[in-house]
């Protein structure tokens, strides 16, 4: 079965530091996709990235940077630089391969303090 | 940009009501999708439809009814509304082609039941 899991709860940082979350997938499938969403005070969920399960290279965007790792199932986002405006609940989630469907992970809640 | 548009941010119901609650996205995507969001369990998945008139369950279908008679509009019943169905209501888009099922989010429906 899919599963994702979010170990961290929560998470609180001062402005300008690095912060890390954490997210660990669990699935048979040898073709899936890996999402992480944001979710600001105001309810919607904003897409942040997706990466597919043979590309392993890691992403830059920005103040933000994604590392994939096959071999510990592991799909973990940095915040460098953080700022209030991160301020957010992050969930990362899973599909496999030809399916509609996402499997979400229970959401980090991220606070960034001035 | 992919517009889902959800027909309230906040409502409040009786205990037994029939509630409805609309979706609407404007972007011709196949597939819609009915979560909720509850602290400490993230999103779940109600119900989703691949197509007009076309409904699968997802984890947590009780209690719960969709319809789907347009391609652009998915509504969610709650045929006997009860207050443990008191939460937000989260809508999702998605198409097949060529976005690797990313979803897109509505803002968002509170729902308490009183």
């Known amino acids: 079965a899919q599963k994702v899991t979010q170990a961290q709860t929560e998470i609180s940082v001062v402005e300008k530091e690095d912060v890390t979350l954490d997210c660990v997938y669990e699935t048979r499938d040898t073709t899936y996709y890996l999402f992480w969403y944001k979710q600001p005070p105001s309810g919607e969920l904003v897409f942040l990235i997706r990466r597919n399960s043979f590309d392993e290279q890691n992403e830059i965007s920005g103040r933000y940077s994604w590392n994939f790792q096959k071999s510990t199932s592991s799909f973990n986002f940095t915040i460098t630089a953080s700022q209030v405006v991160d301020s957010a609940v992050y969930f990362c989630?899973?599909?496999?391969?030809?399916?509609?469907?996402?499997?979400f992970g229970k959401g980090t809640k991220l606070t960034v303090n001035p | 940009d992919v517009k889902v548009t959800q027909s309230s941010r906040y409502l409040v119901k009786r205990t037994g009501e029939k509630v409805f609650l609309e979706c609407v996205q404007d972007?011709?995507?196949?597939?819609m999708f009915w979560y909720r969001q509850d602290p400490g369990l993230g999103l779940r998945l109600i119900y989703f439809s691949y197509d007009v008139k076309m409904k699968e369950k997802g984890d947590i279908p009780e209690g719960y009814s969709v319809s789907r008679e347009k391609k652009e509009r998915f509504s969610l019943i709650l045929e006997s509304a009860s207050t443990n169905q008191t939460s937000m209501y989260l809508c999702?888009?998605?198409?097949?082609?060529?976005?690797?099922?990313?979803?897109?989010f509505g803002p968002g429906t509170r729902l308490t039941v009183t």
């Open positions: 999702a888009s998605s198409s097949p082609l060529g976005q690797y099922y990313e979803q897109y």
């Open positions: 989630a899973l599909s496999q391969g030809g399916s509609e469907k996402l499997v």
């Open positions: 972007m011709d995507h196949e597939n």
